[in-house]
């Protein structure tokens, strides 16, 4: 998938329209979902939990929290306009929206993700595109029986970690890198750390960076 986020945000007003495109560059159709969701980043107010500081809190969803599914042809684009207003109580320089195309469960997986801060819709034109920039990670085959292969997009120099594990929680292996600029593609040749292949089954994944948490499951022929 392809991304591109267009939009305008009237600073005075606290109103804006924010667009995105997602252009299927496979050789197959695929139906999913449209999100949109304005965030604000750096709340304080100490949870539960003890934790004081929230980053990337969900304001509101447009227009819910369901999307919307739609389905691209090959080599088609799909395009969702949404209205937003950012209110008075929020701080708009610490405001984004964020935009994400996502299969349905079981799989829940995203297919493309990007977010622009509101402060930088102000004057923009409705034809020009902003990068997507949006953390994320997924993996590209499931099951697999090579190789499992990812795909992590994380901030320029930051560190990650993928951990593998079998189904009782027993870490296999470990990989981590510093992320470069753009899509870093990770490998795990499904060996464990003694440079035994695993067996066929079903294990465990997770992905961790400053910014990103993520668990999954995959299969090994």
Same mark, same amino acid.
């Given at each position: 998938m392809?991304l591109?986020i267009t ?5 005075? @007003? ?5 667009? +995105? ?9 695929? /139906? ?5 969701? =304005? ?9 539960p ?10 304001? &509101? ?11 691209? %042809?090959?080599? %088609?684009t %799909? /395009? ?7 209110s008075g109580?929020?701080? #708009?320089?610490?405001? %984004? ?6 299969? &349905? +469960?079981?799989?829940?997986?995203? $297919?493309?993700?990007?977010? =622009?801060?509101?402060?930088n819709?102000?004057?923009?034109? #409705?034809g020009?595109s902003?990068?997507a ?9 499931? *099951? ?11 901030? #320029? ?13 027993r870490? $296999?292996?470990?990989?981590s890198?510093? @992320? ?9 040749? $499904? ?8 067996s ?9 960076? *400053?910014?990103?948490n993520k ?7």
């Open positions: 392809t591109t939009g305008s945000y009237n600073a005075g @007003a606290n109103t804006g329209t924010i667009s +995105a495109s997602y252009r299927n560059d496979s050789s197959a159709s695929v /139906t999913a979902r449209f999100y949109f969701v =304005v965030t604000e980043d750096s709340l304080y107010n100490v949870d939990n003890g934790h004081a500081w929230h980053n990337h809190m969900g304001r &509101d969803f447009l227009p819910d929290q369901t999307g919307e599914q739609v389905t691209i %042809a090959a080599g %088609a %799909a /395009t969702r306009s949404r209205n937003f207003t950012i109580s929020w701080n #708009e320089n610490r405001c %984004a929206i964020a935009t994400w195309l996502q299969y &349905d +469960a079981p799989s829940r997986d995203v $297919l493309q993700s990007g977010h =622009v801060n509101i402060m819709l102000v004057g923009v034109d #409705e020009k902003v990068a920039d949006l953390p994320f990670a997924r993996q590209v085959n499931n *099951p697999c029986s090579r190789s499992a292969n990812f795909i992590i997009h994380v901030l #320029e120099r930051s560190e990650y970690t993928v951990s593998f594990f079998d189904i009782t929680g870490r $296999l292996r470990m990989l890198g510093i @992320a470069l600029p753009g899509n870093n593609d990770v490998s795990w040749d $499904l060996r464990d750390m003694n440079g035994n292949r695993v066929a089954g079903i294990y465990l994944y997770r992905i961790t960076n *400053p910014n990103i668990t999954g499951k995959l299969i090994v022929r």
